[in-house]
């Protein structure tokens, strides 16, 4: 089945140590984003990738960072720079970052500092 | 500066009856427009989008409906059932005011179906 899967569902992290999370799609999309949700608010985007080798900033991008080495993947390590790193993230694909293309969405990983 | 706005934070319905969810948006440049589902911890399902060059988009059980004048949307389910109870986000594309193409996601709206 086509598809987005995000590893690990359920991590937690020290204070001061960077992880990351992965995330790999078969769709063959060549748009791939990592979005942020805290409790009552909306989805918010951190990082996205539009080709191999290319990614652009989001809204919040301090204190993450990310790689696109390979058109299906698109990791993403959460820093020890990020102050605030719990969080359920959310990542994501499209066909191409352009109008009419719908954005498909991994079931997500929850990071815990602890 | 909340470019996609969901004013109801929840809405519970009877089952059975329409369930009508509400997005307002302020950049007239999205052209593109979408609705998801989301139980809790998981990710979003894509339920029906719908393009700026139209008012109204159906499948199955879901209709969203486009006033491009009242910058609105928004997804009437009928007839509602219980298992749609979730969090249900709006999401507008297009050129955003940073002047890049952007997904700009609601804060959500939780839907009850009440059996």
């Known amino acids: 089945d086509g598809g987005i899967t995000q590893s690990p569902k359920y991590l937690f992290r020290k204070e001061g140590q960077n992880v990351t999370l992965s995330c790999e799609q078969n769709?063959?999309?060549?748009?791939m984003y990592w979005y942020r949700q805290d409790p009552g608010q909306g989805l918010r985007l951190i990082y996205y990738?539009?080709?191999?080798?290319?990614?652009q900033k989001g809204d919040i991008a301090e204190g993450y960072s990310v790689s696109r080495e390979k058109k299906e993947s698109f990791p993403l390590t959460v820093t020890s720079a990020q102050k605030n790193p719990t969080a359920f993230y959310l990542c994501?694909?499209?066909?191409?970052?352009?109008?009419?293309?719908?954005?498909?969405f991994g079931e997500g990983s929850w990071l815990t500092v602890v | 500066d909340q470019q996609v706005k969901q004013n109801s934070p929840s809405l519970s319905v009877q089952e059975g009856r329409i369930s009508i969810l509400n997005c307002d948006y302020t950049?007239?440049?999205?052209?593109?427009f979408l609705w998801y589902k989301k139980y809790p911890a998981e990710g979003p399902t894509f339920l029906i989008s719908?393009?700026?060059?139209?008012d109204k988009n159906e499948d199955g059980r879901f209709t969203v409906f486009l006033n491009k004048s009242a910058k609105h949307l928004s997804l009437h389910i009928v007839p509602s059932q219980p298992g749609d109870s979730a969090v249900y986000f709006c999401?507008?594309?297009?050129?955003?005011?940073?002047?890049?193409?952007?997904?700009?996601f609601g804060t959500g709206t939780r839907l009850k179906v009440l059996a």
């Open positions: 994501a694909s499209s066909i191409m970052r352009s109008s009419g293309n719908t954005i498909y």
């Open positions: 769709l063959n999309h060549d748009a």
């Open positions: 990738s539009q080709i191999v080798n290319d990614f």
């Open positions: 950049n007239s440049m999205f052209d593109y």
């Open positions: 719908i393009s700026s060059i139209k």
């Open positions: 999401a507008a594309s297009g050129i955003s005011t940073s002047g890049t193409y952007k997904y700009i």
